[in-house]
């Protein structure tokens, strides 16, 4: 329903993001929350030289038998974007004088923002699991002949008739993100290729069939090695 969406702008590098307003509640209320730190993504720290380091890691998921008790005390997120999920969140709240239970359906993020913050902010309104934070403003070049995980998240629409006998549907890529291959093999974190897997499914699933019913989601992940990764 239209009244469900919600349009952000981010001026500073001029984007714009359309998002399920009722996810976004959820998703804001969830990362804000410092006493809930089981959630998506995992924010990687991109340093200039070296192996990016995971600086915010949030599993989802608990070990077996394990209790919550004992479990070391996990990273925040990064204060420069909880602050700016605090303002996302003070922006989507209905207006004193708007009628009871009416919400904006546009907002706009403060000017300026650093590409620390857009970038990983871009991760979390994509729903991406892995969030990169590079180190400065003047970083340019990223994961530069970092091994890396790719993965793809294809739809698969319904064939509407068969071809030569074959019933192959439409493929489109819904869209693709890559984790890097040291924290993709490491199969106790949150990062790693099941629990990935395990994520992306039923996170992206039962919107696509309520939107596209008798569709397909599928994920593919393949190792790759680049000059440079674009965020």
Known sequence: HLSDILHIHEPSANQSFIVNKSLLTRKLKFLLDRDTPFSYPTFVHL??????????????????????????KLAEIPSSIYEVLQIMGRLTQPKESSSPGESPTSIKLPRNLPSTVCIPLAAILLDYPVAYVPSSENQTTFLSGVPLV?????????????????????????????????????SAGAMSVERTLDHLKPTFEPRILHSFPGSTFRVDHERIALDRVAL
Do not use: M, W
């Open 47 to 72: 340093p200039d030289r070296g192996v990016p380091l995971r600086v915010c890691g949030i599993p989802r998921f608990l070990p077996p038998n394990a209790v919550l008790t004992f479990l070391p």
């Open 150 to 186: 790719l993965y793809r998240c294809c739809i698969i629409f319904p064939a509407q008739r068969p071809e030569g006998g074959v019933n192959r549907g439409k493929e489109h890529t819904l869209f693709q993100f890559s984790n890097p291959a040291l924290l993709a093999d490491d």
